[in-house]
């Protein structure tokens, strides 16, 4: 499945970032207090899972934070599998 070109989406009113793959929607819920995103959770539909979606949408993610010079909190599962799996990106944990 090419998850490349599809556009990450911010929608700060729902407080999601958001990815839309053949006409289903995926999403990461995220609190923000000044320059630092919490991710609290990661949603793929049932009928796009196994398909790199979610991994997809967290490394969009993670790249529109460091892009824009902001941080993250981890507090998600499935964010924080994904930083073990890949842990150069610990680079946009907030430092407590």
């Known amino acids: 499945m090419e998850l490349d070109n599809i556009p990450l989406i911010n929608s ?3 407080h999601k970032f958001e990815i839309t793959v053949d ?3 995926a ?3 995220y609190l923000k207090h000044g320059d630092v995103y919490y991710l609290i959770h990661t949603e ?3 009928t796009l ?6 991994g997809a949408l967290v490394e969009k993610t993670f790249k529109y934070l460091e892009e824009n010079h902001l941080k993250m909190r981890p507090f998600c599962q499935y964010v924080q599998f994904y930083l073990k799996r890949h ?3 610990n680079r ?5």
């Open 12 to 14: 700060p009113e729902h």
């Open 23 to 25: 006409g289903e929607y």
């Open 27 to 29: 999403f990461i819920d």
């Open 44 to 46: 793929v539909p049932e």
């Open 49 to 54: 899972q196994g398909k790199g979606v979610a």
């Open 87 to 89: 842990p150069a990106w």
């Open 92 to 96: 946009l944990i907030e430092a407590n």
